[in-house]
């Protein structure tokens, strides 16, 4: 998939960090690993501790939570005591939607995004970062695909986008280390598309009328 935003080859250091996407990975990192069945409870907790909430732990956020998404929406909100919001993004998860949203979350100050997936869709996290180059150059997808398939739902991080001439990589966040680099794989947007069953977009309360806004320009629903 062309990004058409720029025809130039990158390389696999030139990272496009979502807004706050940077540190959002340091904090979640520095929790690893996530709780067994609590991959929602894990990512909620890296966005409000990147947004300067002292939540004890996953724990926390599990009590009031539980592992739903419309839970971990509720749990964001009444932690950080209103001042974050977890708009709700779904739809047709087409690599141009998610790419066009990824392009227009850029405009806001933070955003942490939540994505529920089906990580038996991504491609392999130790996905060599030769193939990886290869399809920032052509556009076609390794063929590696993950071995590691959880049974029941799953929860990630986006946090940020690598831009080829004709491919484009989303940054994942998971929550176990072995998963990529301490956690943090690419993932074609083919894939992550495939993957992606809804994403709550978490930003501070005066912010969400412009994430609801890249939503609709996305072609998506919120």
Known sequence: MSSGIDGDRTGLSDRRWLPGGEHLVAVARAEL???DGLAGPFTALAALRAAGF???GQDEVAALSGTTHEGLARAIETLSGGRLV??????NWAPHSLFMLLAALWRLPRVALIAEVDAGEFGAHDTPARALLDYLDTGIPPLWSSRWRPPAGHHV??????IGA???LVS??????SLGDNG???Q???WMAAALKRMLVVVDDGDTEAAAAAITTAGLWS
């Open 33 to 35: 690993p996530q709780r």
């Open 54 to 56: 002292d939540v004890a």
């Open 86 to 91: 977890a708009v709700p993004a779904t739809g």
């Open 157 to 162: 991080l986006a946090a940020g986008m690598r």
């Open 166 to 168: 004709e491919g484009t």
């Open 172 to 177: 994942i966040m998971d929550g176990y280390p």
């Open 184 to 186: 943090l794989h690419d």
């Open 188 to 190: 074609p947007v083919e």
